[in-house]
Nanobody, 111 residues
């Protein structure tokens, strides 16, 4: 089970940290990913973190978002800074190996 939290309403330029608490799967043993879906748009991968801790980001968030993992808490994070209106979306964490998804958390960036 994956449970996202930390979303909310933030002003342009603000920051949020999303959390994905994972149960039933050990996050250190599998790659994890964050996706987002804005109204009327396709879901897109925002960031992923591999077993060795290396990360990848979609170009639009590079330098602003950071994906990390706390193995002790079995939790994955997405630190988002300098938020823009186009970052408004529902954000989901998932486990690619099992195609397992959380229910998402809404991020709204107000201009």
């Amino acid at each position: 089970q994956l449970v996202e939290s930390g979303g909310g309403l933030v002003q342009v330029g603000g920051s949020l940290r999303l959390s994905c608490e994972v149960s039933g799967i050990t996050v250190s043993r599998w790659a994890m990913a964050w996706y987002r879906q804005a109204p009327g748009k396709q879901r897109e991968m925002v960031a992923d973190i591999s077993i060795d801790g290396s990360t990848n980001y979609v170009a639009s968030v590079k330098g602003r978002f950071t994906c990390s993992r706390d193995n002790g808490l079995n939790t994955v994070y997405l630190q988002m800074s300098n938020l823009k209106p186009e970052d408004t979306a529902a954000y989901y964490c998932m486990v690619p190996r099992y195609d397992l998804w959380g229910r998402g958390t809404q991020v709204t960036v107000a201009s």
